[in-house]
């Protein structure tokens, strides 16, 4: 019998599927106890009905819940619920609502700065988990979530595998494949992987890494560095191809955006970063440098705007200074003289120059007490 919405495993009551995967199918559960929502993960059967798998699953989840990170999403308990079908295996998380960096990613990748404050939390994360000896092995933007507080969550250790150098391969991950999806499914889980990881060798924390960079490349600029048409031809890209540059695909990146990702893309572990905290520390760096270019250019913006104010300001200021020293100059003070050019009493008026220019001819008014005729000069 199917588990169906409404059913309970012990005190949890089933709300509705959110997930499905190689590993197990996802529910928004209730805990009927504490009253509070959950995730619950119940196991495929093949793992289930296998105690060899079953026991190494249940150590791995318990150190996964030993993890305490602010970007870890928290995991509860194992648990194990007798139906009438038979036993039911499955694991409890902390519910997380938000949505994946596959839900928020834009088609041309995420802005440089947007982009920088998801990768150091995200690598600090892994760093976290690494330090613990907990590879995650299914890095991908669907086990990405930004929560509805903006906080950045990895989800999804189901294939996270402890530090055991003991124990033997575990073979390729192919089977983290949904069973009831598209080929654009399978190529979405196995365009992550490592090649060491597709080729069934032996993973470490620098398988990780690799995936970092994967998703990294893909958050930069909107598009996979390895692709195919099918799972065997992606799994050929990762193994062969080298990916395009970042810079040729989107111009206005930053090169040292591109070396860090190419460093992560390495085929050879051994010239990848060493440990996610490496990643963080170069991602970091690179944060502050473009800040610091950010601030330069605000800065420089802002010198701009002050000189020209001040250059408006002397212009003004020249204006009315100007203008108060037109207004102090005094005016010219023009005095004027009469001389008498006849020797007649009177008034002379209307002086001209005779036509030779040698004589000057004026109109005389004589005074009351002497009128002589006008006279010449």
Same mark, same amino acid.
């Given at each position: 019998?199917?588990?169906?919405?409404?059913?309970?495993?012990?005190?949890?009551?089933?709300?509705?599927?959110?997930?499905?995967?190689?590993?197990?199918?996802?529910?928004?559960?209730?805990?009927?106890?504490?009253?509070?929502?959950?995730?619950?993960?119940?196991?495929?059967?093949?793992?289930?009905?296998?105690?060899?798998?079953?026991?190494?699953?249940?150590?791995?989840?318990?150190?996964?819940?030993?993890?305490? *990170?602010?970007?870890?999403?928290?995991?509860?308990?194992?648990?194990?619920?007798?139906?009438?079908?038979?036993?039911?295996?499955?694991?409890?998380?902390?519910?997380?609502?938000?949505?994946?960096?596959?839900?928020?990613?834009?088609?041309?990748?995420?802005?440089?700065?947007?982009?920088?404050?998801?990768?150091?939390?995200?690598?600090?994360?892994?760093?976290?988990? *690494?330090?613990?000896?907990?590879?995650?092995?299914?890095?991908?933007?669907?086990?990405?979530?930004?929560?509805?507080?903006?906080?950045?969550?990895?989800?999804?250790?189901?294939?996270?595998?402890?530090?055991?150098?003991?124990?033997?391969?575990?073979?390729?991950?192919?089977?983290?494949?949904?069973?009831?999806?598209?080929?654009?499914?399978?190529?979405?889980?196995?365009?992550?992987?490592?090649?060491?990881?597709?080729?069934?060798?032996?993973?470490?924390?620098?398988?990780?890494?690799?995936?970092?960079?994967?998703?990294?490349?893909?958050?930069?600029?909107?598009?996979?560095?390895?692709?195919?048409?099918?799972?065997?031809?992606?799994?050929?890209?990762?193994?062969?191809?080298?990916?395009?540059?970042?810079?040729?695909?989107?111009?206005?990146?930053?090169? *040292?955006?591109?070396?860090?990702?190419?460093?992560?893309?390495?085929?050879?572990?051994?010239?990848?970063?060493?440990?996610?905290?490496?990643?963080?520390?170069?991602?970091?760096?690179?944060?502050?440098?473009?800040?610091?270019?950010?601030?330069?250019?605000?800065?420089?913006?802002?010198?701009?705007?002050?000189?020209?104010?001040?250059?408006?300001?002397?212009?003004?200021?020249?204006?009315?200074?100007?203008?108060?020293?037109?207004?102090?100059?005094?005016?010219?003070?023009?005095?004027?003289?009469?001389?008498?050019?006849?020797?007649?009493?009177?008034?002379?008026?209307?002086?001209?120059?005779?036509?030779?220019?040698?004589?000057?001819?004026?109109?005389?008014?004589?005074?009351?007490?002497?009128?002589?005729?006008?006279?010449?000069?």
């Amino acid at each position: 019998m199917p588990i169906e919405p409404g059913q309970q495993l012990l005190h949890y009551r089933l709300i509705e599927k959110i997930g499905e995967g190689g590993m197990g199918v996802v529910w928004k559960a209730e805990d009927t106890k504490l009253q509070r929502r959950v995730a619950l993960k119940v196991l495929p059967e093949t793992m289930a009905a296998d105690p060899e798998r079953r026991a190494r699953f249940e150590r791995e989840a318990r150190a996964v819940a030993a993890l305490n *990170h602010p970007n870890i999403v928290t995991l509860h308990s194992v648990e194990e619920a007798e139906t009438p079908v038979g036993s039911v295996h499955f694991i409890t998380m902390e519910l997380v609502e938000g949505r994946t960096l596959t839900q928020l990613l834009p088609k041309s990748g995420f802005p440089l700065n947007r982009l920088l404050e998801i990768v150091i939390p995200l690598a600090d994360a892994v760093s976290r988990a *690494h330090r613990a000896g907990i590879t995650h092995r299914d890095l991908k933007p669907d086990n990405i979530m930004i929560d509805s507080e903006g906080r950045l969550r990895v989800l999804d250790f189901g294939l996270a595998k402890v530090r055991d150098p003991s124990a033997p391969a575990q073979g390729t991950q192919i089977a983290t494949v949904t069973s009831d999806t598209a080929e654009g499914r399978v190529l979405g889980t196995v365009a992550y992987m490592s090649p060491e990881q597709a080729e069934g060798k032996e993973v470490n924390a620098r398988s990780d890494i690799f995936s970092l960079g994967t998703i990294l490349f893909e958050m930069a600029t909107g598009v996979r560095p390895f692709q195919g048409d099918t799972t065997m031809s992606t799994i050929g890209s990762i193994l062969k191809e080298e990916p395009a540059s970042i810079t040729e695909l989107k111009p206005s990146l930053p090169r *040292h955006l591109g070396r860090i990702i190419r460093r992560c893309l390495a085929k050879d572990p051994d010239r990848r970063y060493q440990t996610a905290l490496d990643l963080r520390t170069e991602v970091e760096e690179l944060q502050s440098d473009v800040g610091s270019l950010d601030a330069s250019d605000r800065f420089g913006s802002r010198r701009w705007l002050v000189l020209g104010a001040v250059a408006v300001l002397v212009v003004v200021a020249s204006f009315a200074i100007l203008q108060s020293v037109r207004r102090e100059t005094p005016e010219p003070v023009v005095s004027y003289t009469s001389v008498p050019i006849t020797s007649a009493i009177g008034e002379e008026t209307r002086p001209n120059w005779s036509p030779g220019g040698e004589f000057i001819g004026a109109s005389s008014s004589p005074s009351r007490r002497s009128r002589k005729p006008a006279s010449t000069l």
